[in-house]
């Protein structure tokens, strides 16, 4: 190992930042994380990042780039931060610039949800396949694509975002004035909208916080059936847009990953069938439905094989 190429891996997120260093796709060391909601300006927050790079490149003296998963939109070559809504400060930052002024190492920046599809598709669930699509279910519903062994980024690099995508013409109003998006049915918080009005109809009012996903799932596993209709509903509604990814792609597989997809065959079982039920025998026999190899490591490790490709290195050894 001391010979071949390190890479550091960063995570951004709304409330922390990790920070890590990763060897084909393991996290040898991970740094304590930073909080974000501690700075008002993107510099110092850069800066403090940087800070905690040459902590763990003074360690690690084979580390030879630098990955960097954002929650917003990015424009993929210049590394330019576009918009972060739960972060103050961080409006058209060019990240792949000043961190690279600051460590002197390649810099690669990417949206976090096309790190955690990367991720998967070179060392996880989808290593070796040419064609898939990934989605990450937590809070908001990310995605990516991967198509003839390339990401797809689109003419403005924002193509793969899943969880904008429509599921029904006359919905809510989405963040972006899309209707009826994925997103605003299969959150976190919808999930536990869902089940909250579920119980309560029933007239077996639960507290919220007894609705949110995990629970819901261990009710579900002691066979409530209110808490099994509403993972059938949940995978139901996300078999939708899966759907239209297979009809439009035709992928290989569909990688799923995120907090939500902790339910395991509480959402897979029904995601098949009802998925299946919608494709066409010619490409179905074929599409597999599969979990995330990676979980909070994902945006990190892909983020870092990613900076490693973009520097020259080969990451499918």
């Known amino acids: 190992m001391s010979d071949l190429p390190l890479a550091i891996g960063i995570d951004f997120g709304g409330t922390s930042v990790k920070t890590g260093v990763l060897y084909r796709g393991n996290l040898i060391e991970e740094a304590p994380r930073i909080d974000t909601q501690e700075f008002q300006e993107a510099r110092p927050l850069i800066?403090?990042?940087?800070?905690?790079?040459?902590?763990?490149?003074?360690?690690?003296p084979r580390i030879e780039a630098i990955g960097v998963g954002m929650p917003g939109?990015?424009?993929?070559?210049?590394?330019?931060?576009?918009?972060?809504?739960?972060?103050?400060?961080?409006?058209?930052?060019?990240?792949?610039?000043?961190?690279?002024?600051?460590?002197?190492?390649?810099?690669?920046?990417?949206?976090?949800?096309?790190?955690?599809a990367y991720a998967e598709w070179k060392r996880g669930a989808g290593r070796g396949m040419r064609?898939?699509?990934a989605i990450t279910l937590g809070t908001g519903v990310g995605g990516g694509i991967v198509i003839?062994?390339?990401?797809?980024?689109?003419?403005?690099?924002?193509?793969?975002?899943?969880?904008?995508?429509?599921?029904?013409?006359?919905?809510?109003?989405?963040?972006?004035?899309?209707?009826?998006?994925?997103?605003?049915y299969v959150g976190n918080q919808q999930i536990t909208d869902l089940a909250y009005a579920a119980y309560s109809a029933a007239g077996t009012p639960k507290e919220k916080s007894e609705c949110e996903?995990?629970?819901?799932?261990?009710?579900?596993?002691?066979?409530?059936?209110?808490?099994?209709?509403?993972?059938?509903?949940?995978?139901?509604?996300?078999?939708?847009?899966?759907?239209?990814c297979c009809w439009l792609l035709n992928p290989e597989a569909i990688i799923i990953g995120g907090g939500v997809a902790k339910a395991g065959p509480l959402l897979f079982d029904p995601l098949e069938k009802h998925?299946?039920?919608?494709?066409?025998?010619a490409f179905k026999e074929n599409l597999r439905i599969l979990p995330a190899r990676f979980g909070n490591e994902a945006g990190m490790v892909g983020a870092a094989a990613l900076a490693l490709e973009e520097a020259g290195f080969n990451v499918d050894d």
């Open 47 to 60: 800066e403090r990042i940087h800070r905690t790079v040459e902590e763990l490149r003074s360690k690690h």
């Open 73 to 116: 939109f990015v424009d993929f070559p210049t590394g330019m931060v576009h918009n972060l809504t739960n972060v103050k400060g961080w409006q058209k930052i060019y990240l792949k610039r000043e961190l690279n002024e600051l460590a002197n190492l390649p810099v690669t920046v990417e949206n976090d949800a096309n790190c955690m």
């Open 131 to 133: 064609h898939l699509v």
């Open 148 to 184: 003839d062994n390339h990401m797809v980024r689109g003419a403005n690099f924002v193509a793969g975002e899943l969880g904008q995508t429509s599921i029904d013409y006359q919905g809510p109003d989405g963040a972006y004035g899309n209707r009826g998006s994925l997103e605003d």
């Open 213 to 244: 996903p995990a629970r819901l799932s261990n009710l579900a596993r002691h066979g409530d059936t209110i808490a099994l209709g509403i993972w059938d509903s949940v995978a139901k509604m996300l078999s939708t847009s899966l759907m239209n």
């Open 275 to 281: 998925l299946r039920a919608q494709l066409s025998p």
